[in-house]
């Protein structure tokens, strides 16, 4: 079983220069074969992603009720302001404070929609000169890199550039996040695979915190690397790929002297994939991978909810995390189905 001690490094602009492609195509197929998790570099949005922390001190300092008036509360999809302490993970409570955005122009959701389609919606924009331009240039700008990076890693994988192409969703998720200091070892985020789609792209600030667990069950510190973006496979990705390209457990140490900031987007996965579709689309994948048959073998079973027969597609999974990772919300927009999914059992 590989394991390993550090997040590697991977460099965007060698992946894009021909002279220097092939090598650093390997790199990235080792990050994701035996990682998870990786530090891209060189990613020619630097500039965007300096200006979008400098904002986020500001924005966090408006007013109670100015934050208020966009609470998650209000949004049936999901988006808009948490209060600090107001989501949970692993059973407990995270010491962060956040706005949550997707990508704007969703279609309005009607009667007639699938109930899981209400995950796809409209923006919360706080009240506060340039906050909406500075979201959607930033979504604008990490989209149109995700887009690239997905195709690079079906190049290391060597697949067609386009295999996940058909797997991307509609709406990608945009997190600011603020850690407050925080007692000795107090939890951030608790131990969590990703599960919201494809890959996450983490700006992390200098602060430090992260940590991702290793396979030997070492907690790994991923400290910040100026300039970079800490990309992670999340649980969609794992399913499509049939586990041959595994999500990573990780965690985030609340600080215990200085405010850390991060801003995570999650590359969204197509809401009406079924476990029919994916099953078959995960074994075609997992044929044209070039890797050893144990490999293969140990990769049909993957614990997550997407190979889940509980749920009729990724919508319905999707979904039923964002009512137990957010019960207030849960309970007031779908009170039915947290009375359900908070009994269910998925072992």
Partial sequence: METFSSVPTVDFARLNDPATKTEELARLRDAIFVVGFLYLTNTGIENDIRRTHDYLPQ???????VKEKCNMIHSPSFLGYTRLGAETTASKTDLREQFDFGTPGMKT????????????GPNQYPDHPGARSLVEEYIAKIDELAQAFVHLVAECLSLPLETFDAFKGNMSRLKFVKYPPSAPNSQGVGPHKDSAGLFTFLSQDDTGGLQVLNKSGEWIDAPPVEGSLVINIQQGFEAITGGICAATTHRVIAPTSR????????????????LEQLKESAAHIVRCIPVSDDKKKRA??????????????????????????????????????????????LT
């Fill in 300 to 345: 049909v079973d993957v614990p997550s909810e997407f190979l889940s027969p509980l749920y009729s597609c990724f919508g319905e999974a999707h979904l039923r995390n964002r009512i137990l990772s957010h019960p207030d919300v849960g309970q007031r927009w779908y009170p039915e189905l947290y009375a359900k999914y908070s009994q269910q059992n």
């Fill in 259 to 274: 405010t850390r900031y991060s801003i995570p987007f999650f590359l969204g996965v197509r809401l009406d994939l079924t």
């Fill in 59 to 65: 924005l966090f300092a408006l007013p109670t009720e």
């Fill in 109 to 120: 959701w009607v009667e007639e929609d699938p109930f899981w389609q209400r995950l796809e």
